[in-house]
Nanobody, 115 residues
Framework: QVQLVESGGGLVQPGGSLRLSCVAS????????MGWYRQAPGKQRELVAR???????YHLDSVKGRFTISRDNAKNMVYLQMNSLKPEDTAVYFC?????????WGQGTQVTVSS
C-alpha cells in the first residue's frame, strides 16, 4: 500500500514557525514530484510549494521568502519549513506525491495561526 504520513501541524502565533514533514512508503520516492497544498475554509485548494526530482522548486508568490520546501530521498521525506506565519496561512495542509502517471495524497494536517 502507498501511504503518506504527515506531521508537524498545530497552533502557532503570528510571526511564529512550524516545520511540516511527510514520509512516504510504497513508492519509489525519487521518481515522484512532491508538493504541499493547502485549503482554507471557503477557498479552493492551492499549490503552496513543489519540489522536483532534480531538487528544483516552486513556491507560491505569497509564501516566497517565508516558506521553503525540501526533500531527503534517502529518508523518503519531504518538508515544508514555514517562518513568519500569518493568520491567512491558516488551512489544512496536504502532502502530494505525483509521478506523472499516478498521484497520492496525505491525510491533511491542520495549521492554525492565531493570537
Amino acid at each position: 500500500q502507498v501511504q503518506l504520513v504527515e506531521s508537524g501541524g498545530g497552533l502557532v502565533q503570528p510571526g511564529g514557525s512550524l516545520r511540516l514533514s511527510c514520509v512516504a512508503s510504497g513508492i519509489i520516492f525519487s521518481r515522484y514530484v512532491m508538493g504541499w497544498y493547502r485549503q482554507a475554509p471557503g477557498k479552493q485548494r492551492e499549490l503552496v510549494a513543489r519540489i522536483f526530482s532534480s531538487a528544483g522548486t516552486y513556491h507560491l508568490d505569497s509564501v516566497k521568502g517565508r516558506f521553503t520546501i525540501s526533500r531527503d530521498n534517502a529518508k523518503n521525506m519531504v518538508y515544508l519549513q514555514m517562518n513568519s506565519l500569518k493568520p491567512e496561512d491558516t488551512a489544512v495542509y496536504f502532502c502530494k506525491a505525483d509521478s506523472g502517471i499516478r498521484e497520492y495524497w496525505g491525510q491533511g494536517t491542520q495549521v492554525t495561526v492565531s493570537s
